[in-house]
């Protein structure tokens, strides 16, 4: 199966598409990175912008059409809540909301402290 794996994360947004294997091993299609630097509006201004919040969701788009034209049958998108964007992720709900009504990406928020837990 052909699966794609999109990470949201302050300062980048990453893109795997792999084929995945019932063995668990898989092999990478697609690897694509955009640097977005969102955290660096949280700490500035403690939200991002209007214009960062434009380049966000214009990334998972063009991420979301790169999976797509790699042929993944299935898309997974993921974020921390991190102490960076504890103010976009829980505090701006209409950037997710965005994201999911012009990319069709539902997007998975983990807390922080559960990632901790896991370390």
Do not use: C
Not at 50 to 65: I, W
Request: proline share 2%.
């Amino acid at each position: 199966m052909r699966i794609a794996a999109l990470d949201l994360g302050s300062n980048s947004f990453h893109l795997l598409v792999a084929d995945v294997h019932p063995d668990g091993t898989f092999e990478a299609v697609t690897r694509e990175k955009e640097m977005l630097r969102l955290g660096d509006d949280v700490a500035r201004d403690g939200r991002i912008s209007s214009a960062a919040e434009d380049r966000a969701v214009a990334s998972v788009r063009r991420l979301r059409q790169l999976a797509d034209a790699s042929g993944a049958q299935e898309v997974i998108a993921k974020a921390y809540q991190n102490p960076k964007l504890a103010g976009v992720f829980s505090g701006q709900l209409g950037v997710w909301t965005a994201f999911w009504l012009d990319t069709a990406v539902s997007l998975l928020v983990l807390a922080y402290s559960w990632w901790l837990a896991r370390r």
